[in-house]
């Protein structure tokens, strides 16, 4: 859910893969999608990234994990405002009228997907295997299951309703 942009790519090559590492969300290769979009470059001693109209500095050289801490600071704030709620994907949190519920990792990334695809929706299948990839068997009861968990939590904590469509094997969020 990260496009990360560099001139260098050597530069790109080595913050995708330490990104990677430290689990970003960062944009797939195969997909076009994604909520923020970090720009790095270099000017001087500094290593800056610029979001939107929001840059900060890195003093170089500095240890990866100082600016992936800094970098998760900043990105962590940002969120995803639909129809009434933020939703902050990294926090894991979603905030509608000033209140707030936290999310389980596995409806964060629910949530992540349905987002990034609300359009057309995604194919249960390849949300499920996105969401498990380890998993070798494919029960969609269990999609079904954080479905109904998800919904009923934010209804409960937010006093906001969440549904979901599915049709031909394609899960879409309607807000």
Known sequence: MI???CDDDFLKKNIISVMKQKKFFIMSEYSNKF????KFYQEENFLCCLMNDEKIKFSL?????EILDKIYNFVSN????INNFYFYPFKQVMKSNKKTTLLSEIQNNIMIYLLLNIDNGIEKIELMKNIWPKDKD???NKLDTHLTNLKNQIYNDLNFEIKFSSKSGILKLSI
């Open 35 to 38: 909520f923020f979009k970090l």
């Open 138 to 140: 494919i029960f969609l």
């Open 78 to 81: 940002k969120n995803i405002y």
């Open 3 to 5: 496009n990360i942009e």
């Open 61 to 65: 050289p500095s240890k990866f994990n």
